[in-house]
């Protein structure tokens, strides 16, 4: 199956199961709720995404579609699994992939936590014991760790105040660009190198609602707008009072790769400066001039730093060497294989 194609059917499943259960309990609104995509319930490959989202189908089909006790159990264990081991591999790493911090698809891991957080939040309040307790830190931990990185990415002020630039895997656009329109209080001020999806969830989570102005239904969960799905569940989780735990409290993660991050008075710099050999067509720097409001990314292995008398950096550390299965063929940019 082409991986465009399984984001797809995924995508629909998570969309159809929030749009027939109500928050916070999840009750049924339809007399027989269904997922219009069993088949990529089944089966282990595909890419870290499409692994966190099909953890998330499965949870919510063998609970709250057709409840299985015993797949619904495993179902729970073994999403709290894969949160739990990227605390060894790398926050996003999975397998042989790094994700780490991607633009391109950072919305379907959004799709995912948020639907997780739904989930887990509702089965810790009505199954007791393991594994439900963990599963609902485990997200939340989840959360609370990317949250800490995009706050080191976060722009302060300037057109592009509240959007998260940082350098990352599986980046489609790499080069500058400056100014544009809208801003803070006004119209999104939309742009090719940050994720607006990203900068919107980030946004509701740090401070309860997000400083542009949206259309009137970009928070509806619609079929036609899979990709903005992660926004609309991360406002329903406010609206319904579940909230994010304490995802305000700075915890960064380890990452696969070592990132810096420089923070300036007028702008910030992050760059893998180990580069990042597990990951997909990453950009290893990236750059904000709040003033100007510059955006860049490079996917240049080594450049001049776009600052002079750089600062102190913030260190994200990297995962213990060995823990990913990529090790084996550290080149920068290896392609991960083709998922099944």
Same mark, same amino acid.
């Not at 027989?32 to 995404?49: F, H």
């Not at 955006?295 to 990297?318: D, M, Y």
């Given at each position: 199956?082409?991986?465009? *194609?399984?984001?797809?059917?995924?995508?629909?499943?998570?969309?159809?199961?929030? =749009? =027939?259960?109500?928050?916070?309990?999840?009750?049924?609104?339809?007399? !027989?709720?269904?997922?219009?995509?069993?088949?990529?319930?089944?089966? +282990?490959?595909?890419?870290?995404?499409?692994?966190?989202? &099909?953890?998330?189908?499965? @949870?919510?089909?063998?609970?709250?579609?057709?409840?299985?006790?015993?797949?619904?159990? *495993?179902?729970?264990?073994? !999403?709290?699994?894969?949160?739990?081991?990227?605390?060894?591999?790398?926050? *996003?790493?999975?397998?042989? #992939?790094?994700?780490?911090?991607?633009?391109?698809?950072?919305?379907?891991?959004? $799709?995912?936590?948020?639907?997780? &957080?739904?989930?887990?939040?509702?089965?810790?309040?009505?199954?007791?014991?393991?594994?439900?307790?963990?599963?609902?830190?485990?997200?939340?931990?989840?959360?609370?760790?990317?949250?800490?990185?995009?706050?080191?990415?976060?722009?302060? #002020? +300037?057109?592009?105040?509240?959007?998260?630039?940082?350098?990352?895997? $599986?980046?489609?656009?790499?080069?500058?660009?400056?100014?544009?329109? +809208?801003?803070?209080?006004?119209?999104?001020?939309?742009?090719?190198? !940050?994720? =607006? @999806? !990203?900068?919107?969830?980030?946004?509701?989570?740090?401070?309860?609602?997000?400083?542009?102005?949206?259309?009137?239904?970009?928070?509806?969960?619609?079929?036609?707008?899979?990709?903005?799905?992660?926004?609309?569940?991360?406002?329903?989780?406010?609206?319904?009072?579940?909230?994010?735990?304490?995802?305000?409290?700075?915890?960064?993660? @380890?990452?696969?790769? $070592?990132?810096?991050?420089?923070?300036?008075?007028?702008?910030?710099?992050?760059?893998?400066?180990?580069?990042?050999?597990?990951?997909?067509?990453?950009?290893?720097?990236?750059?904000?001039?709040?003033?100007?409001?510059?955006?860049?990314?490079?996917?240049?292995?080594?450049?001049?730093?776009?600052?002079?008398?750089?600062?102190?950096?913030?260190?994200?550390?990297?995962?213990?060497?060995?823990?990913?299965?990529?090790?084996?063929?550290?080149?920068?940019?290896?392609?991960?294989?083709?998922?099944?």
């Amino acid at each position: 199956m082409a991986a465009g *194609q399984l984001n797809r059917l995924l995508g629909q499943n998570t969309v159809q199961f929030h =749009q =027939q259960h109500s928050l916070p309990d999840l009750k049924s609104t339809v007399k !027989t709720p269904s997922l219009p995509n069993l088949s990529a319930l089944s089966g +282990g490959g595909g890419t870290p995404n499409q692994k966190a989202e &099909r953890l998330a189908n499965r @949870v919510a089909f063998y609970h709250f579609v057709q409840p299985d006790a015993t797949r619904g159990k *495993q179902a729970a264990k073994d !999403t709290a699994r894969f949160f739990k081991d990227q605390l060894l591999t790398g926050h *996003q790493c999975v397998g042989d #992939g790094d994700e780490a911090l991607t633009p391109s698809h950072g919305p379907v891991w959004l $799709r995912a936590v948020m639907s997780l &957080r739904i989930t887990s939040y509702a089965l810790a309040r009505t199954h007791a014991g393991q594994p439900y307790p963990e599963l609902e830190m485990r997200v939340l931990q989840w959360i609370r760790h990317h949250t800490s990185l995009n706050r080191l990415g976060e722009v302060p #002020g +300037g057109m592009h105040q509240g959007k998260v630039l940082l350098p990352g895997a $599986r980046t489609d656009i790499a080069r500058c660009v400056t100014g544009g329109t +809208g801003g803070p209080n006004g119209k999104y001020p939309a742009d090719p190198l !940050t994720d =607006q @999806v !990203t900068n919107i969830v980030h946004q509701l989570i740090v401070n309860g609602a997000v400083p542009w102005t949206l259309g009137r239904d970009f928070f509806k969960l619609q079929q036609t707008a899979q990709d903005l799905a992660g926004a609309a569940l991360a406002r329903s989780i406010l609206d319904a009072k579940i909230g994010f735990g304490t995802a305000r409290e700075p915890e960064l993660p @380890v990452l696969r790769s $070592r990132l810096l991050v420089y923070r300036l008075p007028d702008g910030h710099w992050g760059t893998f400066p180990d580069l990042m050999p597990c990951a997909l067509d990453p950009s290893y720097h990236a750059w904000a001039k709040y003033s100007t409001s510059e955006l860049c990314r490079s996917k240049i292995p080594v450049i001049a730093p776009p600052f002079p008398n750089l600062p102190e950096p913030v260190e994200v550390n990297a995962a213990p060497a060995g823990t990913a299965a990529c090790n084996a063929s550290e080149r920068p940019g290896r392609r991960p294989p083709e998922p099944a």
